[in-house]
């Protein structure tokens, strides 16, 4: 028996990088998917690697900036499956980039467009069919820039704080659904979204762990906060980063045995 028997879910993104590895992740522990994305090549493509693989997914072809599109992406989930246990906001671009006085205005509104009230409206049309399926469990993709600021990405900073925050206010307004709100915050993972932004082997340096994450290391975290292994979390900003939030690893001091500091001793004479 899967994890996800007899569940449905939908997730944005879902043509490609930590989507598409969610996507095939959920299909496998057994449940019915809708993969929504801008990409229709790929998402169909990722549809038929479910289906080779014996499991159920459809596509629907999803802009997340626009809400009638979210509302027809939750739609066919019913149509299609009859419920919505499970949904996954996910699609993102790195939008806007450059320091703050250079950033245009309609660069900021589509960053925070795709990235940020795409999440609002993906928590908001999910509510009335999750309730209707008894509860539910809602994920949102935001990233380490939505815990630190990072110069040259603004409004992809924002928007990703952005999440967390909506995922605070909306875990506390449906805990009485029985419908779970967290989002995950990902280091460098190697996807489409940075390639060429990084040099995989220069930004290993500063993980503990020693590398990039895969996609297949965010489904499989994503997996757990969809399934009813993780019944009694919501509300939270789960790191997956191999360390890379809590070390300054890059800052080595490899003098074993010194003492860098002021002396005491000499301080008393
Ligand atoms: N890769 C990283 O290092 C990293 C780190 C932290 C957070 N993230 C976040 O993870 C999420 C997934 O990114 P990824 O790294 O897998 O990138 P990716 O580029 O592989 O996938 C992003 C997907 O989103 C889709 N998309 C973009 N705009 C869309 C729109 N308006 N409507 C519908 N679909 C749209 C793209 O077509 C693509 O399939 C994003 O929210 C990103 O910000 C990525």
Same mark, same amino acid.
């Given at each position: 028996m899967g994890r996800l028997e007899n569940k449905v879910a939908v997730i944005t993104g &879902? &043509?490609?990088?930590m989507g598409r590895a969610t996507a095939i992740r959920f299909a496998t522990e057994g449940a019915k998917v809708v993969v929504a994305d801008l990409n229709s090549q790929g998402g169909e493509l990722v549809v038929s690697e479910i289906a080779a693989a014996g499991g159920s997914a459809v596509f629907q072809r999803t802009d997340v900036t626009r809400e009638e599109d979210i509302a027809a992406m939750v739609d066919r989930a019913m149509r299609q499956y009859g419920r919505l246990d499970i949904t996954y906001n996910n699609a993102g671009v790195l939008g806007a980039l450059g320091y703050i006085e250079d950033i245009k205005a309609e660069d900021w509104d589509r960053t925070l467009a795709v990235l940020a009230r795409s999440v609002f409206f993906g928590i908001k049309h999910s509510v009335k069919p999750m309730r209707k399926s008894g509860g539910g469990s809602i994920i949102s993709t935001s990233s380490l820039a939505g815990l630190h600021g990072v110069p040259g990405l603004p409004a992809y900073t924002a928007a990703k704080f952005a999440v967390v925050g909506l995922t605070q206010t909306a875990a506390a307004e449906l805990g009485k659904d029985n419908i779970r709100v967290n989002c995950i915050c990902p280091g460098g993972i190697d996807t489409p979204l940075v390639a060429g932004t990084f040099r995989p082997d220069l930004a290993s340096r500063g993980i503990p762990l020693g590398r990039l994450g895969t996609p297949e290391d965010i489904a499989d975290l994503v997996l757990f906060l969809a399934s009813d292994e993780s019944r009694w979390i919501t509300g939270t900003a789960m790191v997956v980063d191999g360390g890379s939030n809590v070390a300054m690893a890059r800052f080595e001091f490899p003098q074993a045995g010194a003492f860098s500091g002021p002396s005491f001793e000499s301080r008393k004479s």
């Open positions: &879902a &043509a490609s990088g």
